[in-house]
């Protein structure tokens, strides 16, 4: 089968098993040289994003050399599955009024200490003109944010990949 026949199989299984329609869970062929890619966005933040992957996954094909593991030219096929940005926004809304509250805390006396996101296990900080998001279990710094809207998608995305791990 090609690209284009694994991309109607998966459409069909989500529809047969779940009852998710392409407004619901987009699923996209597309070739390049020597290979090919299925690309699948979840475009409703209620669909469990670890059940459609177990779906997807079963097309993907990437052929490795039995030594070095490495992935050899011609003939893969890679499977992509992620939220869409709407959903990633809906997800992240969740969080944005424990991120709010956790900013309002921040001590400008203070520009080391880091607030907790409610009960997420996130941190929150300011560098400079910039909030940090640090990880759960000291993790680290996961990365400077514009806003509190940025950090709750983060936020939602990483608890989202955990929940689905």
Same mark, same amino acid.
Request: glycine share 10%; net charge neutral.
């Given at each position: 089968?090609?690209? $284009? %026949?694994?991309?109607?199989?998966?459409?069909?299984? =989500?529809?047969?098993?779940?009852?998710?329609?392409? @407004?619901?869970?987009?699923?996209?062929?597309?070739?390049? *040289?020597?290979?090919?890619?299925?690309?699948?966005?979840?475009?409703?933040?209620?669909?469990?994003?670890?059940?459609?992957?177990?779906?997807?996954?079963?097309?993907? !094909?990437?052929?490795?050399?039995?030594?070095?593991? %490495? +992935? =050899? *030219?011609?003939?893969?096929?890679?499977? !992509?599955?992620?939220?869409?940005?709407?959903?990633?926004? $809906?997800?992240?809304?969740?969080?944005?009024?424990?991120? &709010?509250?956790?900013?309002?805390?921040?001590?400008?006396?203070?520009?080391?200490?880091?607030?907790?996101?409610?009960?997420? /296990?996130?941190?929150?900080?300011?560098?400079?003109?910039?909030? $940090?998001?640090?990880?759960?279990?000291?993790? /680290?710094?996961?990365?400077?944010?514009?806003?509190? &809207? *940025?950090?709750? %998608? $983060? +936020?939602?995305?990483?608890?989202?990949? @955990? %929940?689905?791990?």
């Amino acid at each position: 089968m090609n690209a $284009t %026949e694994y991309a109607a199989q998966i459409r069909s299984t =989500l529809k047969k098993a779940h009852g998710w329609s392409s @407004r619901q869970v987009s699923v996209r062929a597309e070739y390049f *040289s020597m290979g090919s890619s299925l690309e699948v966005v979840v475009k409703d933040p209620a669909i469990p994003l670890p059940v459609v992957k177990a779906v997807a996954e079963q097309a993907e !094909s990437i052929r490795r050399c039995e030594y070095s593991g %490495e +992935i =050899l *030219s011609g003939g893969n096929r890679y499977v !992509s599955v992620r939220y869409s940005h709407q959903a990633q926004q $809906t997800i992240g809304a969740r969080y944005l009024e424990a991120v &709010q509250a956790a900013i309002g805390r921040l001590s400008p006396e203070h520009p080391s200490l880091l607030e907790l996101v409610g009960d997420t /296990g996130f941190l929150v900080g300011r560098r400079d003109w910039l909030l $940090t998001l640090w990880g759960p279990d000291s993790a /680290g710094c996961l990365g400077q944010h514009n806003g509190p &809207q *940025s950090i709750a %998608e $983060t +936020i939602g995305a990483l608890i989202v990949a @955990r %929940e689905a791990a």
